[in-house]
């Protein structure tokens, strides 16, 4: 099974400010990587696949990036709404989430 | 845009059954994939089971695998999820999700059930 780490647990930063979190795969899952985001009440929305694209709708101030076991998040310029749980999900080999991070307001 | 909705949730008591179901609707439900996803309280988000698109292929977690049952009917439009020995540790807020493709990520979720195994 592959395992996903996240890291941070925690990101405490104020809104403007730049947000930027880690997954790491135990092994390569290539670019079969998404990011998802998730506020209490509501559903997980999908934020990027393949690593580095973003879904439909999503800001540009989300990107994506990284290849075989290591990936990033970038949140360019946190908005009020962005502060949230994000989960990487790995789709290479069945289905494995990471245990997620969350961004929470400084 | 595609809708999930979610129904069949509720409190049973451990050893008990529950079948969920998952209205979908807005999208060619027989061509996709789908999967339940569930959050437990205060954890993160767990796979818990899929199947593909005709039916023909059905994929469970290790924690549910011989208790649980996904199927779909794509004359309904309807994805289920019957659960069967629910145990304490299956208490969660179940999600059904479509997948954008084969080996593809979650791009539509539901608004989630509420499954609480409890005597």
């Known amino acids: 099974e592959i395992v996903l780490t996240q890291s941070p647990a925690t990101l405490s930063l104020s809104p403007g400010e730049r947000a930027t979190l880690s997954c790491r795969a135990s092994q390569s899952v290539s670019t079969s990587l998404a990011w998802y985001q998730h506020k209490p009440g509501q559903a997980p929305r999908l934020l990027i696949s393949d690593a580095s694209n973003r879904a439909t709708g999503i800001p540009a101030r989300f990107s994506g990036s990284g290849s075989g076991t290591d990936f990033t998040l970038t949140i360019s310029s946190l908005e009020p709404e962005d502060f949230a749980v994000y989960y990487c999900?790995?789709?290479?080999?069945?289905?494995?989430f990471g245990q997620g991070t969350k961004v929470e307001i400084k | 845009e595609a809708q999930l909705s979610e129904s069949g949730g509720g409190l049973v008591q451990p050893g008990g059954s529950l079948r969920l179901s998952c209205a979908a609707s807005?999208?060619?439900?027989?061509?996709?994939?789908m999967a339940w996803v569930r959050q437990a309280p205060g954890r993160g988000l767990e796979f818990v089971s899929a199947?593909?698109?005709?039916?023909?292929?059905?994929y469970y977690a290790d924690s549910v695998k011989g208790r649980f049952t996904i199927s779909r009917d794509n004359s309904k439009n309807i994805l289920y999820l019957q659960m069967n020995t629910l145990r304490a540790a299956d208490t969660a807020l179940y999600y059904c999700?479509?997948?954008?493709?084969?080996?593809?990520?979650?791009?539509?979720w539901g608004q989630g059930t509420l499954v609480t195994v409890s005597s």
């Open positions: 999900q790995q789709r290479h080999s069945w289905w494995t």
């Open positions: 199947i593909s698109a005709g039916g023909e292929n059905t």
């Open positions: 807005e999208f060619t439900f027989s061509s996709f994939g």
């Open positions: 999700a479509k997948e954008s493709g084969r080996t593809k990520p979650f791009d539509y």
